[in-house]
């Protein structure tokens, strides 16, 4: 069975950090390109980051840049997210998702994925 599941939310304050992570089982994930990207209530979704296979090519949103790093360990069959300095506008529902071929540009401009994780909500408060 081809999935994605995403873990690592929860609820934080605002400045604190936590780490999501994204496991594939099903498929080989050093052959897609891996994006993350974010959903807030009424709001459209958007790419926050994406990195293409070998790590080499890595897209961060501006609204994230210096603040989260994408990274991956093929030989896990995962992908991380670390999110810190977070902020209340940073709530919501992440997801992350599988594509290929791509760029990391144009996944995470126009969020898109072949496979899909479940999501997991990201909760920035005091």
């Known amino acids: 069975q081809v999935q994605l599941v995403e873990s690592g939310g929860g609820l934080v304050q605002p400045g604190g950090s936590l780490r999501l992570s994204c496991a594939a089982s099903g498929f080989t994930l050093d052959d897609y390109v891996i994006g993350w990207f974010r959903q807030a209530p009424g709001k459209e979704r958007e790419g926050v980051s994406c990195i293409s296979t070998r790590a080499y090519n890595i897209y961060y949103a501006d609204s994230v840049k210096g603040r989260f790093t994408i990274s991956r360990d093929n030989t896990k069959n995962t992908v991380y997210l670390q999110m810190s300095s977070l902020k209340p506008e940073d709530t919501a529902v992440y997801y992350c998702?599988?594509?290929?071929?791509?760029?990391?540009?144009?996944?995470?401009?126009?969020?898109?994925?072949?496979?899909w994780g479940q999501g997991t909500q990201v909760t920035v408060s005091s």
């Open positions: 998702a599988a594509l290929y071929p791509t760029t990391v540009q144009a996944m995470c401009v126009r969020p898109s994925g072949t496979y």
